[in-house]
């Protein structure tokens, strides 16, 4: 990564000597004899790195530290001090300077100094990168669908996910309660605290108390030290209790306890722990049903279900299975290198198949028509044998997806009318990439 760094030191010898050495380096140097001028220039330009001398003629380091810190305060600040400073440069590293260095030093020692603050500088932009792109990646334009129920589901959870409150995600196997739950959390103010999940059914019964709330050293045959649950590691985050239909009684009181007040005991040990964490659960079951009959506890669900929010199965929503089926397109090809599309006839089947295991399965069925397809268009024989012989001869000839189809087709024809053929403008008209418009306009076959 190209670094450019600021330098602010009133000998000029000294200052000389460490410009040739930082650009030697490979690094863009811009250096100053007052701090003032350097100050100005900070101002308006961008730096990785500020150095600086305690003593300036026209003003003390400490003050181009406050003003560097006012203006970005993640720009790290190296600050230069004679013997008889050492407390000023103390005092600046109070204030936020990164580290300091005594004159005289050596230029090994000095250049050891920068190249440590640029690597924290370095990793924490990446870190925010990272944070961004994660966020990002679970934003709301990634739940595919656009029906009624799914726009329900979306304005929901955008509200969902600005409040504390504990939610309860319910409905099949397979339609998306997860990404519901990760995305909620991502958009709250707890994006930067972790999100554990669980699935409560594939723990163990005599396991599942000591990974949601830890155990204590010798609290059992093999328990060689203290280990923290995932409660004590969603501290200040969200845990994401999968299938939580599934616990046992016992489990389910002290469950409650938790939510009622955020504290518990490690297995084996009698301390009260406390958390601040904020608990989604997802089920398939009817654990209202469940409650009736005593497999699940009253309080526990009236704690849980503070904010429901339901996932409609993929039959439920048929008109949003084009659009799934061109985002999984979207993703296979990308990984297997093709550029396989559906013919109408294809779609139609899948739009009219029941969908047992919904979104999870359609998403599997397209992974496979990209992985076998020998070319870029797929037809109705790549479908599974079972999805086949569901269809009752040809499929109408105005389907939804042909007249969907049709119109996408036309509305991309007038946007690069508008723009003259620009197919980058066009793409930021539709509100697409350019590489997917460039899909659809070889699918659509527009010259």
Known sequence: MEHKLLLIEDDAIMRVTLEDSLRAQGYTICAFEKGENAVAVFNKDKFSLVITDVRLPDMQGLEVLKAIKDKDEHVPVIVMTAFGTVKDAVEAMKVGAFDYITKPFSLEEFNLIVKRALEMKDLRDENARLKRDLSDCYSYPNIIGESDKMVAVQELARKVAQTDSTVLITGESGTGKELIATIIHYQSKRRNYPLVKVNCAALPENLIESELFGYEKGAFTGAVKTKPGRFERADRGTIFLDEIGELSPSIQTRLLRVLQDGSFERLGGTNTLSVDTRVIAATN???????????????????????????????????????????????????????????????????????????????????????????????????????????????????????????????????????????????????????????????????
Not at 317 to 331: A, C, G, M, Q, T
Not at 389 to 407: D, H, R, W
Request: net charge positive; charged share 30%; hydrophobic share 40%.
């Open 285 to 447: 079951r009817n654990i209202a049903e469940d409650m009736k009959t005593g497999r699940f506890r009253e309080d526990l669900y009236y704690r849980v279900n503070v904010i429901p929010v339901h996932m409609p199965a993929l039959r439920e929503r048929k008109e949003d299975i084009p659009l799934l089926i061109e985002h999984f397109l979207d993703i296979y090809n990308c990984r297997f290198g093709k550029r396989v599309r559906l013919q109408p006839e294809a779609v139609f089947a899948l739009m009219d198949y029941h969908f047992a295991g919904n979104v999870r399965e359609l998403e599997n069925i397209v992974e496979r028509i990209v992985a076998l397809s020998a070319g870029n268009l797929a037809g109705i024989e790549s479908l599974p044998s079972h999805i086949v012989t569901k269809q009752k001869g040809p499929a109408p000839v105005n389907t939804l997806y042909e007249i969907a189809s049709s119109a996408e087709k036309d509305h991309i024809l007038k946007m690069l009318q508008v723009t003259r053929g620009n197919k980058t403008k066009a793409a930021e008209l539709l509100g697409i990439s350019r590489k997917s418009l460039w899909e659809k306009i070889r699918a659509y076959q527009i010259e």
